[in-house]
């Protein structure tokens, strides 16, 4: 089985940041992409930012530029820094993984969700 955790989500004024962090673990699988989403009440999940296994990132117009994905040495992990933090920006936060095992892509794989509240 494949579990992401996702954790460092939290109530935050405007202009801070805070920094989410996702571990990807499973016996025997990989993980390629990497990516963050968010969904806030009312509104569709709505992509954020992806790093790939090389280190390529790509960003949503919304968060470019205060925003920046990273992965850890163990490709396993994904963090996401959040600068400059709005109200537009509260959101459950999702992490999501391209999960392949050997030669085959298994799909996507998400997690649970972290709760980011902006608000003074």
């Known amino acids: 089985q494949v579990q992401l955790v996702e954790s460092g989500g939290g109530l935050v004024q405007p202009g801070e940041s805070l920094r989410l962090s996702c571990e990807a673990s499973?016996?025997?699988?990989?993980?390629?992409?990497m990516a963050w989403y968010r969904q806030a009440p009312g509104k569709q999940r709505e992509f954020v930012a992806r790093?790939?296994?090389?280190?390529?990132?790509l960003y949503a117009d919304s968060v470019k530029g205060r925003f920046t994905i990273s992965r850890g040495n163990a490709k396993n992990m994904v963090y996401l820094q959040m600068n400059s933090l709005s109200p537009e920006d509260t959101a459950v936060y999702y992490c999501?993984?391209?999960?392949?095992?050997?030669?085959?892509?298994?799909?996507?794989?998400w997690g649970q969700g972290t709760q980011v509240t902006v608000s003074s």
């Open positions: 499973g016996s025997g699988f990989s993980f390629n992409d």
């Open positions: 790093i790939t296994s090389g280190g390529s990132t």
């Open positions: 999501n993984a391209d999960v392949y095992t050997g030669l085959t892509r298994l799909g996507g794989a």
